[in-house]
């Protein structure tokens, strides 16, 4: 049975691989609607499959039920069919973030974070918003085949599609993928995004539950025109470039002939990762009251556990017509006519890792001890005018993690882990977290943690290289101290969390275009806090951040962030129909925004332009029939009353109002 599942998987993954390169060239954002309890405390995470026909097969007699897992842990989530934040499913959550101000752009966090992953990363960050990772793959189990086919077109050329079907070959092996796409041309002039993203995921367990596997693959694909941005925002408020594609911008293209630009950065990420798991333990026959019936437990006492990943990273900047004044922070340089500066870089990474289990208790209140040693290769090369130069790290680590968690109701979660890297360039990485959690039946939850790292520079803020020139950095280590708490209190639907960051030898982008440590370590103080209101058929949700840095540090962040929504909702039909309006309000506090470079595809720390923004408006009307859930939505509705666009970052105003229609259709057999 374990050599047919290898040989199926194979044969799967490349079959589904060879279709999605053939076939699509977007991307979208990993949330997916794919929303669980966890995320959001205050709505029910309902089964998208309950009440369905039974099967014939002896596995599916149960009602019909879709579960899913992450990666390390055993926690299951349901896919959220809730209505009321529906019109924001696509945005990945929270929603404390800013892109360029198109679909799909280079985008940062408002709340502020820090790199804890030990180990060299490639480095380039803008596009983490959308992505799949590892941590983010679900491992799915379900009782019938289930499909589900989201789209939305919007102002502009907004285009977004995305699949996701799921099935148990049997009750111990199922394989899931979903793929997604995305297109925007943007209200401005040079600003086209596109690309792809996606997954493929598959668990097996064994008849008698000793093998355990996972396989995974996650591909990321992007692409966006860069115009440099606005030459001057006054061009908002001048009746003559109402039209907004008539903005000049920085990079022009033939006069405004050429819809795309010759400025362009692209990255595509791919990621294979297999995990192979086999245990020893306690084996027990269960029988029912009458003895009419038996089944099977295993109960785990020690295993020995193998992952192998494999991760690609390339990243390529390209300036098709290059201006030697925009280069002046890497030097003096006489570009001719048809010149072109270019710069790819790759990253390709192999792990590879064993470990030793052990399981002390049973059912739901095991408590898991693991150990294991790793090794880990990176390469790291940089291609132009047929030469490469590279290169190639060689580490060791050791990590291990004792873990807990709560499967029922009213019992403790406790974790402790600790990744080391005790040899090569990486000596001295580490990673440390413990957190502690439970929840109180009809009371609420709370939740403590603390971590530290120190973490590497990443490779493109130590060398820059292109086909004119080559920039070199020497940094030290990175080092994160946080410690963190979080209260949910379900009587008053309150939710409430505080974390403080510690940071040293803080590496950043400066506003000369120079990478630069700030050595003295430094805090951020972070406050949020959620409460929700319910009058009769009107709800009120309420989210408030508060954050504050310390000692001169170059971060500059919002110091409030309000973000409100108000829904009415309208029962039709007798039930048959739900259907949900209102508004929603979002504001943050003026600031020196981070600006935006294309040259690296960062942000950068600037202290020149303050960005003072009014509130932000959405209206939406959401509505669900059985399976099909639609909204239609109106954003940037502030500017019907206040003609300009709130900005986004220094010279990259937001887009105009606009409408955008998308709906969510689950299918199942």
Known sequence: MALRFYIYTFIFIVLCSGIATGTWAQFNRPNGGANTAENNPFAQASDTAANKKKSKTDWDEAPAKIQFTYYNS??????????????????????????????????????????????????????DVYKYTMDSLPFIHTTRPYTSFSFMLGSKQLQWVEIMHTQNINPRWNFAFKIANNSSSGFFNMQTTSGLNGFISTNYKSRNERLQTKIGVIFNNFKQDENGGITND????????????????RFENNGFSAKRSDVYNRQRDNLFFIQNSYA??????????????????????????????????????????????????????????????????????????FSLNTFIGRDTQQVKIEAGIGVRTDNFNTSYDNLVKGTTILSNYIFGQIRKEALADNQWAYQAGATFFYAGETLGNLNIEAQLSKRFPKLGMFRIGALQSITSPADNTRYF???????????????????????????????????????????????????????????????????????????????????????????????????????????????RLDVYFGIEGRYNTGYYADGYTPFYNQFFYQDQVMIKNKPEFTAFFNFKVKRLRAFVMGDQMQQLFWTKNVMQAPNYPGANVHLRFGFNWIMMN
């Open 74 to 127: 055993e926690v299951v989530h349901y896919y959220d069919t809730s209505l009321v934040f529906f019109h924001r499913n696509q945005y990945t959550q929270p929603v404390w973030y800013k892109d360029l101000g198109n679909w799909g752009t280079t985008a940062r966090q408002l709340v502020f974070r820090t790199n804890t992953t030990p180990g060299v990363q490639m480095g380039y960050n803008a596009w």
């Open 234 to 249: 006054s061009f908002l408020t001048d009746p003559f470039y109402s039209n907004r594609i008539n903005v000049p911008v």
């Open 280 to 353: 020893w333990g306690k084996q027990d026959s269960l029988y029912n009251a009458d003895s009419t019936q038996v089944s099977y437990r295993f109960t785990p006492r020690f295993s020995i556990k193998h992952v192998l990943s494999l991760e690609q990273t390339r990243h390529q900047f390209v300036d098709g017509s290059p201006d030697s004044v925009n280069y002046l922070f890497a030097g003096n340089f006489s570009f001719r006519t048809n010149d072109t500066l270019r710069s790819i870089q790759r990253w390709l990474s192999l792990d590879n890792k």
């Open 465 to 575: 290289r292109t086909n004119y020139f080559t920039l070199t950095n020497d940094f030290n280590k990175q080092t994160t101290t946080q410690i963190y708490g979080q209260l949910y209190i379900d009587a008053i639907k309150i939710q409430l969390g505080l974390r403080n960051q510690l940071v040293s030898n803080y590496i950043y982008l400066n506003s000369n275009l120079k990478y630069n440590q700030y050595s003295p370590t430094f805090s951020i103080l972070q406050f949020n806090a959620r409460k929700a209101f319910n009058f009769g058929a009107f709800s009120l949700d309420n989210e408030v951040v508060w954050q504050q840095a310390t000692n001169n540090a170059p971060v500059h962040v919002p110091s409030l962030m309000l973000r409100h929504q108000i829904t009415y909702k309208i029962p039709a039909f007798k039930g």
